[in-house]
């Protein structure tokens, strides 16, 4: 697996005077953090989107797995349409407050963020237990039809060890787990409808320990008769096309992933429950079985169903691990899994 220097973290170019960019390329910077005992997730995010120059994000607090709409979270300021961030040294202070430190590039950050009535605030510090891995395309298919290899897009993926605070509505809660942060840059994201034909794909990245960190990105293979069978024709495609294994310092490549949900939300259809197994390149097998203690809808990728939750993971060793598991989907998928919903709630009217 590849690295990417640390001054990535903070490569933010803009169009030259008189150069136009694409519209859908974009950059952006991801953090998230949980509180288990308290069932909290925490989605802290900005795309960058420099054509025009503009940014959205912002920071979404969800509690417990009744999330259906952006509203029902714990806590939400997320502004779609921002000016361009402010950039001082290694600081990125976006309009609505969401500040993120780049204290020692690739290594260590710290995030900050107050709302307007003080009520809630979030002071975190990341620092890395992985290395800073290089990371390519989000959706599967994406890289053949709309990237622009010519502005050389790139990403970043890097497990965090997240402490610090967060007030929720003036209630405190202390911060302590293990966490990804990604970030992309000169990526172009097409959101059409039907821009990239593929199953719900869902990433999946668990701490375990310094000897057990994983990571992947896949959809439900047709094998284990997924709610997708029949809307789409992925042929003979991997249902993986990115994921990774760390044991000790030894990084190795996952060569197979089968997902195999085994519930799925009545209202929001995110995964509730759900069992992963996957091969590393040297051979070993591992078994994981996860089920969500929080999730909810985001408001990041408006022309999709896009949901972010707190997965807790048993290895097959019996050790937990508490990470976000997100799931993205478009329209087709969610029209039939309402026409589903739909059909057995008139089934079991009398």
Same mark, same amino acid.
């Given at each position: ?230 809307? /789409? ?9 990115? =994921?990774?294994? @760390? #044991?000790?310092? %030894? !990084? ?72 976000? /598991? ?9 029209? =039939?899994?309402? @026409? #589903?919903?739909? %059909? !057995? ?6």
């Amino acid at each position: 697996m590849g690295t990417h220097p640390p001054e990535t973290d903070l490569l933010l170019p803009l169009p030259d005077d008189g150069e136009q960019w694409d519209p859908h390329l974009i950059h952006t910077h991801y953090f998230g953090f949980s509180i288990p005992e308290a069932r909290i997730g925490a989605f802290l995010y900005v795309r960058y989107q420099p054509a025009f120059p503009l940014s959205q994000g912002g920071v979404c607090i969800f509690q417990g797995t009744d999330n259906v709409e952006y509203t029902d979270m714990a806590f939400i300021d997320y502004e779609i349409t921002m000016p361009w961030p402010t950039v001082k040294g290694n600081k990125i202070t976006t309009a609505n407050g969401l500040t993120i430190d780049f204290v020692e590039p690739g290594r260590t950050a710290r995030v900050t963020y107050t709302s307007d009535d003080g009520e809630t605030t979030v002071d975190v510090v990341a620092e890395a237990v992985t290395p800073l891995l290089a990371r390519g395309h989000v959706m599967p298919g994406e890289e053949d039809h709309h990237h622009d290899l010519s502005r050389e897009p790139g990403g970043t993926e890097q497990f965090m060890h997240m402490t610090g605070e967060l007030v929720l509505h003036g209630q405190r809660h202390a911060i302590d787990c293990y966490a990804p942060r990604d970030r992309s840059w000169r990526q172009i994201r097409v959101e059409k409808r039907g821009a990239v034909l593929v199953p719900p794909v869902g990433w999946s990245p668990m701490y375990f320990g310094p000897d057990l960190i994983f990571n992947q990105i896949s959809f439900e293979p047709l094998d284990t008769d997924p709610a997708w069978a029949g809307l /789409y024709d992925v042929g003979d495609r991997l249902s993986h096309h990115y =994921a990774w294994i @760390q #044991r000790g310092d %030894k !990084t190795r490549a996952i060569t197979r992933v089968r997902r195999n949900v085994l519930e799925y939300h009545p209202r929001t259809y995110l995964p509730l429950r759900q069992d992963i197994e996957a091969q590393d390149e040297a051979g070993e097998v591992y078994h994981f079985r996860g089920e969500a203690i929080a999730c909810a809808s985001l408001p990041a990728w408006p022309n999709t169903s896009f949901h972010d939750s707190v997965y807790r993971w048993e290895d097959q060793q019996g050790r937990i691990a508490y990470a976000t /598991y997100q799931e993205l989907w478009f329209d087709r998928y969610q029209q =039939a899994m309402k @026409q #589903r919903a739909t %059909k !057995t709630q008139g089934d079991l009217v009398p």
